[in-house]
């Protein structure tokens, strides 16, 4: 089992920044992939970015350039730095953690975190 906590959500005026936290528990040795996704208000939930046990990283078009995603292993934390802030990335954004046993795979989800940009 992985238990995931985010943090760092918040109000923030267009072309600012923001820096979201993901701390895992639990099983975290077992964690293949950790990512962010968002889903705004009438719209589905839509990936963010996406980085590897390995280290690579995966990023939606509409971020590419403006966010990144890195990890603290000794804090067993993911971040997703958030620049150049729009008002379309105005959503709740959820921490997702890929684990793997064996041959099996299973998803983990926080509890999400509000991000608003407006002025």
């Known amino acids: 089992q992985v238990q995931l906590v985010e943090s760092g959500g918040g109000l923030v005026q267009p072309g600012g920044s923001l820096r979201l936290s993901c701390a895992a528990s639990?099983?975290?040795?077992?964690?293949?992939?950790m990512g962010w996704y968002r889903q705004a208000p009438g719209k589905q939930r839509e990936l963010v970015a996406a980085?590897?046990?390995?280290?690579?990283?995966n990023y939606a078009d509409s971020v590419k350039g403006r966010f990144t995603i890195s990890r603290d292993n000794a804090k067993n934390t993911v971040y997703l730095q958030m620049n150049s802030l729009k008002p379309e990335d105005t959503a709740v954004y959820y921490c997702?953690?890929?684990?793997?046993?064996?041959?099996?795979?299973?998803?983990?989800w926080g509890q999400g975190t509000q991000v608003t940009v407006s002025s």
């Open positions: 997702n953690a890929e684990v793997v046993v064996t041959t099996e795979l299973y998803d983990y």
């Open positions: 639990g099983s975290i040795f077992s964690i293949y992939a």
């Open positions: 980085i590897t046990s390995g280290g690579s990283t």
